[in-house]
């Protein structure tokens, strides 16, 4: 946002002009998107032959793919490295399940998500996230050979203390730290200074074996924020006993990693949209232009973090790093399939799905391309997609890529995997069943759909 200030001599006013500044949503980027997803159109409209809208499709091959690019990229540049999945991120069984099998551990905050991980047989799973309750921290210990909990507090750490020597069982723990001490991002870990203290106190508890560190930075469109946190760490650790930093096995460095494509705004979503909304000067929809902030590679992210860690971590204490992807594995992983049943007039339809389905009013800031399935078209037409709730936040999006649109045409939101799933809500309208199909068997010329 650019702020233009004039006073004139004796007027007493402001006048006050906003630019807008987010850059644009490039059209060499946004239409190979949209053709990717026509191009397969007939293999999602073939599903509703036998699972009618709205439906959920999680697509396992996609899955696949990001879990080696992104593992690969790290393997690439440091020695040795370990990635757990985020539950949290979309907690449908069968993606934990599909990472599992691609290798990869599993990241869980509650004791719900712990339950799933054992019911997957994980045998390879980080518990972290605060305000673990005394019966999730029982089922931790519990499972203790599959299981390290990531301490969130000292309050937390004495609490684990008392839980491991009523049954004495041994507890692998690490320690969050904080990357942020104010604002709201201080209720996660402990300050970074009272590390030393924290192993001190461990190191007392007969049945909790020190292992390693966790932080995490979200929102990663770059690697900025966790680079400088790392130059952080390695000041710490440089301060640690020696007896403390030969404990330590494994740095986790959480995730946060933006998918590739960036984020994609509606004109509401940037600085100057949000801006203009409270003053009045905007409506929703008003505006055909779309927004993104980029994001960088993955293997740009592989690149500048190994060189922070090997320069501030390795050089003090080799040790396994730790990754938790959530957003960046499943977000292009599932899709959302829905029918139009009311067309008020030409640019306002109504749809058999509202947005409880993804749990939050996102699409009246985030921008996702509406694909008509029944009539596709590569030119975006003007038309209020709304929900079925009764509400009027129920915005799916305010235009539609498609020759025309009807009652009765299936239209698609892709990339729906991340943060949405897990957050839909039983809100007026039931929620849509979840069909899993493979587009490696449909690339193989085999039936995609895995029943």
Same mark, same amino acid.
């Given at each position: ?10 007027? *007493? ?9 987010? @850059?644009?949503?490039? +059209?060499? =980027? !946004? #239409?190979?998107? %949209? ?83 054992? *019911? ?9 996230? @605060?305000?673990?309750? +005394?019966? =999730? !921290? #029982?089922?931790? %210990? ?310």
């Amino acid at each position: 946002m650019t702020k233009n200030i004039s006073r004139p001599a004796g007027a *007493g006013k402001i006048s006050l002009s906003l630019e807008q500044n987010t @850059p644009l949503l490039p +059209d060499h =980027e !946004l #239409r190979p998107f %949209v053709e990717h997803f026509f191009a397969r159109r007939m293999e999602y409209l073939a599903l509703l032959e036998k699972y009618p809208p709205p439906l959920y499709v999680l697509d396992t091959g996609v899955l696949r793919a990001r879990a080696r690019e992104f593992r690969d990229a790290f393997r690439a540049v440091l020695p040795d490295v370990r990635c757990y999945y985020a539950v949290k991120s979309n907690n449908h069984p069968d993606i934990a399940g599909t990472l599992l099998q691609c290798g990869m551990g599993l990241d869980v905050s509650s004791g719900v998500e712990l339950e799933m991980a054992v *019911g997957l047989d994980a045998g390879d799973v980080i518990f972290s996230g @605060p305000g673990k309750t +005394d019966a =999730e !921290l #029982r089922l931790a %210990v519990w499972e203790a050979d599959r299981v390290t909990v990531l301490i969130d507090s000292f309050g937390e750490l004495s609490r684990l203390d008392v839980i491991s020597r009523e049954h004495g069982r041994t507890v692998r723990v690490g320690v969050r730290l904080t990357t942020n001490p104010n604002g709201l991002w201080r209720k996660f870990g402990i300050l970074p200074d009272q590390l030393a203290l924290f192993w001190e106190k461990v190191r007392k508890c007969g049945y909790l074996r020190f292992e390693g560190l966790q932080f995490h930075t979200s929102w990663n469109l770059s690697p900025d924020a966790q680079v400088t946190f790392i130059k952080q760490l390695g000041k710490i650790l440089r301060k640690l006993p020696a007896a403390a930093l030969a404990q330590i096995k494994f740095i986790d460095m959480g995730g946060g990693y933006w998918p590739p494509q960036g984020e994609w705004l509606q004109a509401a979503g940037t600085t100057t949209g949000r801006l203009k909304k409270e003053m009045g000067l905007e409506q929703p929809g008003a505006e055909r232009e779309h927004y993104r902030l980029p994001s960088q590679p993955i293997e740009q992210f592989a690149g500048q973090l190994s060189r922070a860690v090997r320069t501030h971590i390795l050089s003090i204490v080799p040790c396994r790093i730790c990754l938790e992807p959530g957003r960046w594995l499943c977000n292009d992983a599932m899709h959302l399939l829905l029918s139009v049943v009311d067309k008020k007039c030409d640019d306002l339809v109504i749809t058999d799905a509202g947005t409880n389905t993804i749990g939050w009013e996102r699409f009246e800031t985030d921008y996702f391309p509406i694909l008509n399935l029944s009539r596709p078209g590569v030119k975006e037409k003007s038309c209020h997609i709304l929900g079925a709730l009764c509400t009027p936040h129920d915005v799916w999006g305010y235009n539609y890529w498609g020759e025309d649109i009807r009652v009765g045409d299936i239209l698609m939101i892709p990339t729906q995997g991340a943060y949405t799933y897990s957050l839909r809500q039983n809100f007026i309208k039931p929620l849509p069943a979840v069909i899993s199909i493979d587009s490696d068997r449909f690339s193989q010329g085999l039936p995609p759909v895995q029943i």
